[in-house]
């Protein structure tokens, strides 16, 4: 049964971040695929051999926003970085209930069993990082260790939406998101304001052109909160394996204090690394940091 996680501010759209890019194209980093989830075609690019190490993107992204930390992965694992559905080349359904988190948790458990797995490591960033920790809530015995860039913990940021005006002030374009036709104001440059290299943003035009924008605004239909904001009765299952959180301070939609109590809610050990300069797009912000950060952790 899929523990529905309190919905809350899971992505950002008004960002003013930098972005350090190198034009790869997917060849250059591994091999194309698909993974069949219950009748939903998954885009893959995958490299390495060794234990599976999957990365989920958030909004606005696609599979590309780990070409700095995949070739490092790739050394010491099978890495698949996958396009969630309504993004680039995977499925597009129609319907908000298509994306609704047990849907995306069950993407993630399709692409473990296509490559033949019973666990993995799960990295996830943004909304990638909701659907990381809710695979892990409730399917443990499928993750192996988890690692969260920019995104706290469902409680902390339902918690911080409760009570902090800030966070309150910092999610308003989410509930704008969440207004129907929200996505006629959406447009492949416009999503791609936050990338200064030309090579990069041709490449995310280019994928953004053949996404959904209804679909990834679904996520917010789907899974965010509506106002009155409240902190969810329960308590949402104990993350059972390790975690490694990575968060760029500078992010202004996603607001530091949620990560406050973390460990509250993790079973195991827990690693918090902060990064004042970077911004939302941690991982390619600071880039080299964040991937020596997360090639120590999950080798030592």
Not at 33 to 62: C, Q, R, W
Not at 236 to 241: A, E, F, M, S, T
């Amino acid at each position: 049964m899929i523990h529905r996680l309190p919905r809350s501010c899971f992505a950002v759209f008004a960002l003013a971040t930098l972005l350090m890019a190198h034009t790869v194209n997917a060849d250059d980093i591994g091999e194309e695929g698909f993974v069949d989830s219950n009748g939903v075609k998954i885009h893959y690019v995958t490299a390495g051999e060794g234990p599976l190490l999957v990365m989920i993107h958030g909004f606005p992204d696609y599979w590309y926003t780990w070409r700095e930390q995949m070739p490092a992965l790739a050394e010491h694992f099978k890495v698949v970085a996958i396009d969630q559905r309504g993004y680039n080349k995977s499925d597009q359904p129609d319907g908000v209930e298509e994306y609704k988190v047990d849907k995306l948790v069950g993407d993630v458990a399709a692409v473990i069993k296509h490559f033949g797995e019973e666990k993995a490591v799960i990295v996830g960033h943004d909304w990638g990082g909701m659907v990381a920790w809710a695979t892990a809530m409730n399917l443990p015995n499928m993750v192996d260790r988890l690692v969260i860039l920019n995104l706290p913990h469902p409680t902390g940021l339902a918690r911080e939406l409760a009570n902090n005006p800030k966070q309150q002030e910092a999610s308003a374009y989410a509930r704008n998101f969440q207004k129907e036709g929200a996505e006629a104001v959406l447009t492949a440059e416009g999503l791609t304001f936050w990338i200064t290299d030309d090579d990069a943003k041709a490449k995310y035009v280019e994928a953004f052109e053949r996404s959904s924008f209804k679909g990834m605004l679904n996520y917010y239909k789907a899974n965010y909160p509506r106002e009155p904001y409240e902190v969810p009765n329960g308590e949402l299952p104990k993350v059972q394996c390790p975690v490694l959180m990575i968060h760029g301070l500078k992010d202004i939609a996603l607001l530091p204090g949620a990560l406050n109590d973390t460990w509250q809610w993790v079973e195991k050990d827990l690693t918090l690394v902060t990064v004042p300069d970077a911004g939302h797009f941690v991982q390619q912000d600071a880039s080299e940091f964040v991937t020596k950060n997360m090639v120590n952790w999950l080798t030592r």
